[in-house]
């Protein structure tokens, strides 16, 4: 059975950093276009970055503005989303899923994800 787990949310302050976690089970992540989304309260669930499955192309939403990176690491099956400078809009749920499909880009959009995990919250507060 095919799994996702996101782990590494908690609370951060303005300006803080957090790395979250993406783990697979049941299948290697790798093979696929894994991407981060979000949903804050009161809003649509809102794409945060993608990575290709093979190229590792990444593609980040216009709000990371340089401050998050996704990663792969293929030994440990996991993808990462390490975020720095966080602000207080960056509170919300992040979610990791999988289209279970590969390619040269990677869908920024939700609907396009077949595979979710359960999310992980990240708070940015003083």
């Known amino acids: 059975q095919r799994q996702i787990v996101e782990s590494g949310g908690g609370l951060a302050q303005p300006g803080g950093a957090l790395r979250l976690s993406c783990a697979g089970s049941?299948?290697?992540?790798?093979?696929?276009?894994i991407g981060w989304f979000r949903q804050a309260p009161g809003k649509e669930r809102e794409a945060v970055s993608c990575?290709?499955?093979?190229?590792?192309?990444?593609y980040y939403g216009d709000f990371v503005k340089g401050r998050f990176t996704i990663s792969r690491d293929t030994a440990n099956n996991t993808v990462y989303l390490q975020m720095n400078n966080l602000r207080p809009e960056d509170t919300a749920v992040y979610y990791c899923g999988t289209d279970m499909w590969f390619g040269r880009q990677c869908p920024m959009e939700s609907s396009q994800y077949r595979v979710w995990g359960q999310g992980t919250q990240v708070t940015v507060s003083s």
């Open positions: 049941g299948f290697t992540l790798h093979y696929y276009n």
């Open positions: 990575i290709t499955a093979g190229d590792d192309n990444t």
